[in-house]
């Protein structure tokens, strides 16, 4: 079965840091495109980041960019987004994903707020 | 940056009857080189994450009803359920994965009528 569990999200302050995982089982992590995608409460879907299977290429959404950094570690099955600089605008619930959108996580809630 | 306008923004359809979702690219998000249009179609239900229904513009996801459809090319695209049942009540969203930033439609929301 295939599962990808999201964690450590919550509240933080603006300017604050959260590190969200996204552990992953049951498909060839490995080989795969991986994505961050966001949700704001009663709206749509807003594309994050993405990284390459192998790590070297990663790419971010104008409105993350220099503040949100996406990476993995394959031998743990794992995808990882740092966020620092948040922003109340940041406020969403966050998914990992996999290529095409294939599989998803059951979505992680970040708040920023004083 | 690749726009995709869905329309319409919400939708209620008579069970069995069909329905019809229309997805417009600001650009073309056809691969000329594999004639592969990078276009895909998501389900989502309230409190769950997104499903994946159709990729490749028409291609099924694996155990998704037959009642899923997905045609067009280029930049204009289209979702059709056959019959509508209970359980499609939902939001669509059409997604484009042709070049970053990937993009998503702005949804239609379906209803019974």
């Known amino acids: 079965e295939v599962q990808l569990v999201e964690s450590g999200g919550g509240l933080t302050q603006p300017g604050g840091s959260l590190r969200l995982s996204c552990a992953a089982s049951g498909f060839t992590f490995s080989s795969t495109w991986m994505d961050w995608v966001r949700q704001t409460p009663g709206k749509g879907l807003v594309w994050v980041s993405r990284?390459?299977?192998?790590?070297?290429?990663?790419r971010y959404a104008d409105s993350v960019k220099g503040r949100f950094t996406i990476s993995r570690d394959n031998a743990k099955n794992t995808l990882y987004l740092q966020m620092n600089s948040l922003r109340a605008e940041d406020t969403a619930v966050y998914y990992c994903a996999s290529d095409i959108g294939t599989y998803w996580g059951q979505g992680m809630l970040v708040t920023v707020s004083p | 940056d690749i726009v995709m306008t869905q329309s319409p923004d919400s939708l209620a359809v008579s069970l069995g009857e069909r329905a019809t979702i229309n997805c417009k690219s600001s650009?073309?998000?056809?691969?000329?080189?594999?004639?592969?249009?990078?276009l895909a179609w998501y389900q989502q239900k309230p409190g769950q994450p997104p499903e994946l229904l159709i990729y490749?513009?028409?291609t099924r996801e694996s155990g998704v009803p037959d009642r899923f459809s997905g045609s067009g090319s280029g930049t204009d695209f289209t979702l059709t359920i056959s019959s509508l049942q209970a359980e499609d009540v939902a939001v669509y969203y059409c997604h484009q994965y042709f070049g970053t930033p990937l993009t998503f439609g702005g949804g239609t929301k379906v209803e019974i009528k």
């Open positions: 650009q073309s998000i056809l691969n000329n080189s594999n004639n592969k249009n990078y």
């Open positions: 490749w513009a028409s």
């Open positions: 990284i390459s299977p192998d790590g070297s290429t990663t």
